[in-house]
């Protein structure tokens, strides 16, 4: 989904260094999701934020931090990238509606990270 | 939330009807059934949901059984862009996560 951007598209790094995955959009969203995928896998949630003073941790939180600058940004740093960490990294944006209470995740194009 | 399980794999011809079949026997009355798709490694795509009535988009159609303990997601005239990983989740409203489990990888023949 173009409403939903994601920088770099591709990184390589090495063990230890500190690393940075940006994520934009243009939906008007106010909830914004960071998941990882593994090869073969599914999708697990690292961190979400409500609004920019809302953080909350996911299920696999440990070694991640993220940042959100403001309604339409939402960073994913890692502080000392390890291989293990190699992984396709997907934003999303939520699109929550009380009136028939559903929330749609809508996920962006995904950075693949490789920690060497 | 509840789990669900789907087959690993489905084969299809193009222009034929896609049925994916979801079970999820142990959901609850305020959970409702989530389709996304993710097409080779790009970001997954919602595709339709639904809470006990059968519902249909400009995607696909979704049937729920009755006792809500199965689903189906129909591709009325499958194309070979509809070649993904198929996610069947339940999730309630409210709740932040969501579930992705292995999927049915469904490929559309020529």
């Known amino acids: 989904d173009a409403d939903v951007t994601q920088t770099p598209r591709n990184r390589i790094t090495k063990t230890g260094k500190r690393i940075m995955l940006e994520c934009s959009q243009t939906?008007?969203?106010?909830?914004m999701y960071w998941y990882r995928q593994d090869p073969g896998l599914g999708l697990q949630l690292i961190y979400y934020s409500f609004d920019v003073k809302d953080i909350n941790k996911g299920e696999i939180s440990d070694g991640y931090s993220v940042s959100r600058q403001a309604q339409a940004k939402f960073s994913l740093s890692l502080e000392s990238a390890i291989p293990n960490q190699t992984a396709l990294y997907f934003c999303?944006?939520?699109?929550?509606?009380?009136?028939?209470?559903?929330?749609?995740?809508?996920f962006g194009p995904g950075t693949r990270l490789t920690v060497l | 939330d509840a789990k669900t399980t789907q087959p690993p794999s489905m084969d299809c011809a193009e222009g034929r009807a896609a049925n994916l079949p979801c079970n999820h026997s142990t959901i609850s009355g305020n959970e409702y059934v989530y389709w996304y798709r993710q097409i080779h490694s790009q970001g997954p795509q919602y595709i339709i949901h639904g809470l006990k009535n059968n519902e249909t988009n400009e995607m696909a159609s979704l049937i729920i059984t009755e006792d809500r303990k199965s689903s189906t997601l129909i591709l009325p005239h499958a194309t070979l862009r509809d070649t993904a990983v198929y996610y069947c989740?339940?999730?309630?409203?409210?709740?932040?996560?969501?579930?992705f489990g292995t999927g049915t990888r469904l490929t559309i023949i020529p």
């Open positions: 939906k008007g969203h106010d909830r």
């Open positions: 999303a944006t939520s699109d929550r509606r009380l009136a028939d209470s559903t929330d749609t995740q809508y």
């Open positions: 989740i339940v999730k309630a409203f409210g709740n932040e996560k969501l579930t």
